[in-house]
């Protein structure tokens, strides 16, 4: 059975910073590429950042880039997303995507909440 398990979120305040984790199992993490995105209350799900199977290759909205960092542990079955000096407009559900390479599969997890405010 697959599993996407996102945490990690919570409330902070402007210019903190918090980590997100996804722990993933029921596939072959290695052979996907990881991917975490956003939806904002009213708002279309948007894509935030992106890391290739293997790490060598990272991807970022840019309104978070400087700012967020994407990361793998292949050996963790783990994505993680470190996000630092966080605006409210960064507030959202932060979601977790698997796409396999090659191949149609898609796996999503259930989202974890961020909400940055003073």
């Known amino acids: 059975q697959v599993r996407l398990a996102e945490s990690g979120g919570g409330l902070v305040q402007p210019g903190g910073s918090l980590r997100l984790s996804c722990v993933t199992s029921?596939?072959?993490?290695?052979?996907?590429?990881l991917a975490w995105f956003r939806q904002a209350p009213g708002k279309e799900r948007e894509f935030v950042a992106s890391i290739s199977r293997y790490g060598r290759a990272t991807s970022y909205l840019d309104s978070v880039r400087g700012r967020f960092a994407i990361s793998r542990d292949n050996a963790e079955n783990t994505v993680y997303l470190q996000m630092n000096n966080l605006k409210p407009e960064d507030t959202a559900v932060y979601y977790c995507?698997?796409?396999?390479?090659?191949?149609?599969?898609?796996?999503w997890g259930q989202g974890t909440q961020v909400t940055v405010s003073s």
């Open positions: 029921g596939f072959t993490f290695g052979d996907y590429a």
């Open positions: 995507k698997a796409s396999a390479l090659p191949g149609p599969s898609v796996y």
